[in-house]
């Protein structure tokens, strides 16, 4: 897990570097200032030595202007560290799920990978802070003050060695019960932001069906249970402190008890006053850093879970790879499935597509009928590649679709989802998601086959009217018809789309499907659709039954021929005669 969240640092080395330096060089600032203060009290001020004071006071604001510059500049150089650490394993992780199939999105929610980009990155960031500037200080300054503990009286400073066993073993046993509260906390984060994200997202729905209530419920459930967690491991950790502080006041007791009684019974040959006053500053350095070093554990006990979370986004390989030598270019729009079946768990007992052979010529219009889980986007999908045929082979141009460079081929294969996605921003940014460098003139003229020109021109703002996120200000008839101008654009070889037009009337259903011919007539066109009169004057029609092809051919031929596809068309005659 650290080799790979270490490759995030990249840039960043040099200030990585730079703080465990001045964290180090502030430390001996540090540990050389209690050891002047003794030989001021004992030189100077017990003797009276005003010369010997003004020495070493200047020479003690020197080592304190230093400490102080070396502070800052390790404060300087961690905060960039870590916030450039932090952005690098954000954009690593982005970039890593932009190269993801459906497949491997499939393994993440949305809110999983949102807390991932967010939380836990933030709680990481946190711990590289701490690890490149307190793990090194606390340590650093741990050792050299014990040094001088020691260098002072070496019998006194034995209470430290009867503490520090103590301390060890309590942090361990907190960081055992802690960390597996932690990891649970980090999924049910998880589940809040599902049901927030879920929530917003249908925010319409819910107050359609006087839903709030049940929806608070809800959050507040899932809220109790991060708070029952929380409180639950924050109130182990709270162990922590009153420990540390219980060994930092037993300590200097004791040293005190013993030093004293050191000085006295010696006449202050075995030790002097400002020997005691080091060595008790020095406890204080000692177990100070100490509890530093006991927040450090802390918090990497809880980044430990956020960082194998951010790790299993970072290692997921793509289950979609370019081949070695990839074809660039696809010489038309022909399609042919040759006994293909599909599965999502890629496993060939539970196909959800099973022996499809269909020969699709350049240019054909063809059209997909079936019912509710008959897997017809399933069976598009594989087209662009979105996912992998299990079995068989599918070839597009004449090649097989997995000897194609990816981007070449999906910029040839152009489709409307199902769910139709509008991003924030103009309608000329959104459309120019199909084709970067189009003009106005190829804006209106898709706009215009795509039955969207008129909407769009009664806006106040015209074709830079601005599209909130998801669309909502726009109906969804309009979001589906800038989404088709958007697809038409890119000209594709071949275009999808998948019940794509389910929200427009059959009249601008029509006209679409007319100006399809006119604006892109070589391209192949694959129509998903529930109703008969989207499909009826295509040149083929598939209609899929439970994942098999239970028929292919003309609207006619199959009106003779398959039952299913003329049960779905007297069916549909005969409510458009009821509502005539």
């Known amino acids: 897990m650290i080799k790979r969240l270490s490759k995030s640092i990249r840039e960043y080395k040099l200030p990585t570097i730079l703080t465990p330096i001045f964290a180090a060089l502030e430390v001996v600032m540090?540990?050389?200032?209690?050891?002047?203060?003794?030989?001021?009290?004992?030189?100077?001020?017990?003797?009276?030595?005003?010369?010997?004071?003004v020495k070493i006071g200047l020479f003690l604001i020197v080592l304190c202007a230093l400490s102080l510059f070396f502070g800052v500049a390790c404060g300087i150089t961690a905060a960039k560290a870590s916030s450039g650490f932090a952005k690098n394993l954000r954009h690593d992780m982005f970039h890593n799920i932009q190269s993801f199939s459906f497949a491997n999105?499939?393994?993440?929610?949305?809110s999983g990978l949102v807390t991932r980009l967010t939380t836990d990155v933030t709680n990481l960031q946190n711990s590289y802070q701490m690890i490149i500037r307190i793990a090194v200080r606390s340590p650093s300054m741990l050792l050299f003050s014990l040094g001088m503990a020691l260098s002072i009286n070496a019998k006194i400073s034995m209470v430290f060695v009867c503490v520090i066993p103590f301390l060890a073993l309590a942090l361990g046993f907190i960081v055992s019960k802690a960390h597996p509260i932690f990891k649970r906390v980090f999924k049910t984060y998880d589940k809040l932001n599902n049901v927030v994200n879920e929530n917003l997202?249908?925010?319409?729905?819910?107050?359609?069906?006087?839903?709030?209530?049940?929806?608070?419920?809800?959050?507040?459930?899932?809220?109790?249970?991060?708070?029952?967690?929380?409180?639950?491991?924050?109130?182990?950790?709270a162990f922590n402190s009153p420990i540390m502080q219980f060994s930092t006041y037993l300590?200097?007791?004791?040293?005190?008890?013993?030093?004293?009684?050191?000085?006295?019974?010696?006449?202050?040959?075995?030790?002097?006053?400002?020997?005691?006053?080091?060595?008790?500053?020095?406890?204080?350095?000692?177990?100070?850093?100490?509890?530093?070093?006991?927040?450090?554990?802390?918090?990497?006990?809880?980044?430990?879970a956020a960082g194998e979370r951010v790790c299993e986004v970072?290692?997921?390989?793509?289950?979609?790879?370019n081949p070695e030598n990839p074809v660039t270019v696809v010489s038309d729009g022909s399609i042919e499935f040759r006994n293909v079946g599909f599965s999502y768990s890629a496993k060939e007992d539970n196909l959800c597509l099973k022996d499809v052979n269909i020969r699709i010529e350049s240019g054909e219009t063809v059209g997909i009928i079936g019912s509710t889980g008959s897997s017809k986007t399933s069976l598009v999908q594989l087209i662009p590649r979105l996912y992998d045929v299990t079995t068989g082979s599918l070839t597009v141009g004449g090649v097989d679709v997995r000897e194609y460079d990816l981007n070449c081929l999906r910029k040839e294969v152009a489709m409307v989802l199902q769910k139709n996605v509008l991003f924030s921003g103009t309608i000329k940014d959104n459309l120019r998601w199909g084709k970067e460098d189009a003009t106005d003139e190829e804006m209106i003229a898709?706009?215009?086959?795509?039955?969207?020109?008129?909407?769009?021109?009664?806006?106040?703002?015209?074709?830079?009217?601005?599209?909130?996120?998801?669309?909502?200000?726009?109906?969804?008839?309009?979001?589906?018809?800038?989404?088709?101008?958007?697809?038409?654009?890119?000209?594709?070889?071949?275009l999808i789309l998948d019940d794509s037009t389910s929200a427009v009337d059959t009249k601008t259903d029509a006209m679409i499907r007319k100006a399809f011919s006119e604006y892109?007539?070589?391209?192949?066109?694959?129509?998903?659709?529930?109703?008969?009169?989207?499909?009826?004057?295509?040149?083929?029609?598939?209609v899929l039954d439970d994942g098999n092809v239970a028929g292919f051919g003309?609207?006619?031929?199959?009106?003779?021929?398959?039952?299913?596809?003329?049960?779905?068309?007297?069916?549909?005659?005969?409510?458009?005669?009821?509502?005539?």
């Open 520 to 542: 892109i007539p070589e391209t192949t066109k694959i129509i998903i659709a529930q109703r008969i009169s989207s499909i009826e004057g295509a040149d083929k029609i598939i």
């Open 201 to 237: 997202h249908g925010i319409r729905v819910v107050k359609s069906f006087v839903r709030e209530d049940e929806e608070d419920k809800k959050f507040k459930t899932v809220s109790g249970k991060i708070y029952d967690d929380t409180k639950k491991a924050e109130g182990i950790l």
């Open 314 to 321: 970072l290692n997921e390989q793509s289950s979609l790879h």
């Open 446 to 494: 898709a706009c215009k086959s795509s039955q969207a020109h008129s909407f769009i021109s009664e806006m106040p703002d015209g074709y830079d009217t601005y599209i909130e996120q998801g669309g909502t200000n726009v109906s969804g008839g309009q979001k589906q018809r800038i989404c088709i101008a958007r697809s038409l654009l890119q000209r594709p070889k071949i």
């Open 105 to 110: 999105i499939d393994r993440f929610s949305t």
């Open 30 to 53: 540090e540990v050389l200032i209690p050891m002047l203060m003794g030989k001021l009290i004992d030189n100077g001020i017990n003797k009276s030595d005003t010369a010997y004071v």
């Open 251 to 304: 300590c200097m007791i004791l040293i005190a008890w013993f030093g004293a009684n050191l000085i006295i019974s010696t006449n202050e040959t075995g030790m002097t006053t400002g020997d005691l006053f080091s060595l008790l500053t020095y406890t204080m350095q000692i177990l100070m850093n100490l509890m530093m070093l006991s927040m450090i554990f802390v918090m990497l006990t809880m980044s430990r």
């Open 554 to 580: 003309t609207h006619d031929e199959l009106l003779r021929t398959n039952e299913i596809y003329r049960d779905v068309y007297f069916s549909q005659m005969k409510g458009g005669n009821e509502n005539e």
